[in-house]
């Protein structure tokens, strides 16, 4: 079956950096867009990243351009989230999601549009 799986979380303080890796099994990961998004207590499930099958076409929210750096590796069946900067409205779980079909055009940022899910990581920014 097909299984994401996320590491990287962690505490880390304003200013500080993550980077989050996501291993996909269980899947022809080329042929899946990727995605990263996040929720916070009490809060709706939001885009954060995504990337289409290549690498070469990634999408961001604007809350996160300029700080964050979404990429994967094909060989390694990995998709990865770089978190620079970070600010405490960071501070959520982060989940990993595929989407069949590689072009990621319409609708990256719905999270109804993603197949499979991982279980996420916690980021926790301290001020």
């Known amino acids: 079956q097909v299984q994401l799986v996320e590491a990287g979380g962690g505490g880390v303080q304003t200013g500080g950096s993550l980077r989050l890796s996501c291993a996909a099994s269980?899947?022809?990961?080329?042929?899946?867009?990727m995605g990263w998004f996040r929720q916070a207590p009490g809060k709706e499930r939001e885009f954060v990243a995504a990337?289409?099958?290549?690498?070469?076409?990634?999408y961001y929210a604007d809350s996160v351009k300029g700080r964050f750096t979404i990429s994967r590796d094909n060989a390694k069946n990995m998709v990865y989230l770089q978190m620079n900067s970070l600010k405490p409205e960071d501070t959520a779980v982060y989940y990993c999601?595929?989407?069949?079909?590689?072009?990621?055009?319409?609708?990256?940022?719905?999270?109804?549009?993603?197949?499979?899910w991982g279980q996420g990581t916690q980021v926790t920014v301290s001020s």
């Open positions: 990337i289409n099958w290549s690498g070469s076409i990634p």
């Open positions: 269980g899947l022809t990961f080329s042929s899946y867009g």
């Open positions: 999601a595929a989407r069949r079909g590689g072009s990621i055009t319409y609708g990256y940022t719905e999270p109804r549009k993603y197949d499979y």
